[in-house]
């Protein structure tokens, strides 16, 4: 097995949540929320896990509701737990970052949005300056629903766009012409709402170095702020769905390297900065600049400018982080709902994390962002001995000769060539991995 077809994480965390378990719960959610230092800034995720259509690549929490019905109950119970967690957090700087993730956060109704945002501005102490993210799917967002965002403070969204090709899109379940995009940018610009991010995809079936191309091509044309280009992941053993996608028609090791290299040149050419694995930003844009600076982050939402150390997950399945660990909700709707309703914070597992823990995670966090980790420096950042990474080290020199990275006097670097490798040798860092095929997607 080459290095580019085995398993690795994504390591937007460390841990990583396959190794959570039941012994850390909704106790230790509790007290982790009530020792927040005072005066320290907190990030909120909110998971709304609906989608019109599945869209059949896709590996998230997420289901058509047939109706919307579902949805306000689900809307009912989110309100609670906002409620439970806010009055579980211990005094702190006010909330800094809001995202709104899916399944599509646009399968609210207009009042429901306005009415979350300001539910959890009240009770989180909304920062003037806070931003608030929504992850969009451009073909069922309405104009109700942008003026319902823009009038919310909504000044962040992303756009699932992933590809321009017609029979790619029909083959995954998701045909969005390319004009309906440019109308939906058009109508988010004229509602003040001008910081999009957009999500492009290679491998995906029948895909093309061409589609790759017009895909990063059209990002550039409509002046998107930042632009993550995924490969699909064909986990169906993990995503049902994704049995729907032919994996005879899904293109080779080869392919997907070709298609990967030729978004990258197309926004390179551009004048975007390359941002830690697999992302893109302008110039101008705070990503790029905290990726110039050094002040990049990595959290479940992915690459991040946000300095917050809390992250409060609300809904099904969201990951809530604190300076001591992680803590995941129930991923059963009804199992959450009753939870909720019980007054119990609804955490099924976690994991707290060990001193070793924290020197891997931010050995890992650095390599994942700057594509650069000077091992010396970060024991002494961690107050760990100077040795405590050797092993890890002695991993990274076996992918010296295939091109993965270099290891100099102990500064690991990944060249911007090998990037999209870059998960292969964070997973040098990782003491806790155990290989398991159906675990983890394929490293590109």
């Not at 809001?98 to 102490?125: K, Y």
């Not at 806070?130 to 799917?137: Q, R, V």
């Not at 969204?157 to 321009?164: D, I």
């Not at 993990?238 to 040149?265: G, V």
Request: net charge negative; hydrophobic share 45%.
């Amino acid at each position: 097995m080459t290095f580019a077809q085995r398993p690795v994480p994504r390591y937007t965390s460390y841990p990583t949540a396959a190794d959570f378990a039941p012994a850390v719960g909704a106790g230790e959610a509790r007290a982790w929320a009530g020792s927040v230092k005072p005066g320290s800034a907190i990030s909120v995720y909110a998971h709304i896990p609906f989608c019109d259509k599945l869209c059949w690549y896709c590996g998230c929490a997420t289901t058509v509701p047939n109706g919307y019905d579902r949805i306000a109950a689900y809307v009912e119970t989110l309100h609670a737990e906002i409620d439970l967690w806010a009055d579980a957090m211990g005094p702190h700087g006010g909330l800094a970052h809001l995202h709104f993730g899916g399944g599509s956060p646009n399968s609210l109704r207009p009042e429901d949005m306005t009415s979350l945002i300001g539910h959890i501005g009240r009770r989180f102490a909304m920062r003037p300056d806070a931003e608030i993210a929504m992850e969009l799917d451009p073909r069922v967002l309405s104009e109700a629903q942008v003026e319902a965002m823009a009038g919310a403070g909504v000044n962040r969204v992303s756009l699932g766009v992933q590809t321009l090709n017609l029979d790619v899109q029909k083959a995954i379940n998701r045909v969005q012409p390319r004009a309906q995009v440019e109308r939906v940018i058009a109508r988010l610009n004229a509602a003040g709402i001008t910081k999009h991010n957009m999500d492009l995809m290679y491998g995906l079936p029948g895909q093309t170095v061409a589609d790759v191309e017009e895909a990063a091509a059209f990002a550039v044309l409509q002046g998107t702020s930042r632009i993550s280009v995924f490969g699909y992941a064909h986990v169906p053993w993990f995503a049902k769905h994704q049995a729907a996608i032919r994996e005879d028609m899904l293109p080779d090791i080869e392919a997907r390297f070709a298609q990967a290299e030729a978004a990258t040149a197309i926004l390179l050419d551009a004048g975007y900065v390359p941002v830690g694995l697999d992302h893109f930003a302008r110039e101008d844009d705070s990503l790029a600049v905290a990726a110039q600076t050094g002040h990049l982050r990595r959290n479940f939402q992915g690459y991040t400018d946000d300095p917050c150390d809390t992250l409060v997950g609300l809904g099904t399945s969201s990951i809530s982080q604190f300076k001591e660990g992680y803590v995941q909700n129930l991923k059963d709707r009804n199992a959450w709902r009753d939870a909720v309703q019980a007054g119990q914070l609804p955490s099924e597992r976690g994991i707290a994390l060990t001193e070793d823990d924290r020197l891997r995670a931010r050995a890992i966090e650095r390599l994942m962002c700057d594509l650069r980790v000077d091992v010396a420096e970060v024991c002494a950042e961690m107050g760990a001995a100077p040795d405590a990474l050797d092993d890890a080290l002695e991993t990274a020199r076996f992918l010296v000769p295939a091109g993965l990275c270099t290891v100099n006097d102990g500064v690991v670097t990944v060249p911007l060539s090998a990037r999209v490798m870059l998960r292969t040798v964070a997973q040098s860092f990782d003491g806790r991995f155990k290989p398991a095929p159906r675990r983890h997607a394929k490293a590109v």
